[in-house]
């Protein structure tokens, strides 16, 4: 499957959750949210944490990075304008990590669409998406 394939990247696992919430939170999925919410926590991220990983930031800026370019790539379709790469090589990531980056937010994006289509219980306490006044 393509979560064990990426489950080989260079990402981490907390970066992987990370993103995980950032293109949840995008997608509004409830599913999504508490599953990622769960497993961040039990990774060690603290509820702010998880909290900016939602909003698509973080304290450290390469993290950041990550996490706006894979909330815009979420809600653009994939569409990205044409200086987004070079600003994650400049946060320092190679090819390989940009390109493990694309395929996580493709992963999350299948995986919130089969949730909404299939209307999957998480068995979690439900969180609630950000208030889109809060979100970046």
Request: aromatic share 2%; charged share 25%.
């Amino acid at each position: 499957s393509l979560r064990a394939i990426l489950g080989r990247g260079v990402l981490g696992d907390r970066t992987v959750e990370l993103i995980s919430l950032a293109v949840g939170e995008s997608s509004r999925c409830a599913y999504s949210l508490a599953i990622h919410t769960a497993l961040g926590r039990s990774l060690g991220l603290s509820d702010e944490e998880v909290m900016e990983g939602r909003r698509g930031s973080s304290s450290d800026r390469r993290t950041g990075a990550i996490l706006s370019f894979a909330r815009r790539l979420a809600g653009s379709g994939g569409r990205i304008a044409d200086d987004e790469l070079d600003r994650l090589g400049a946060h320092g990531l190679a090819d390989r990590e940009v390109e493990e980056v694309i395929a996580h937010v493709a992963l999350n994006l299948y995986e919130n669409c089969l949730s909404a289509a299939t209307d999957l219980p998480a068995n979690l306490p439900r969180v609630a998406p950000v208030p889109e006044t809060l979100a970046t």
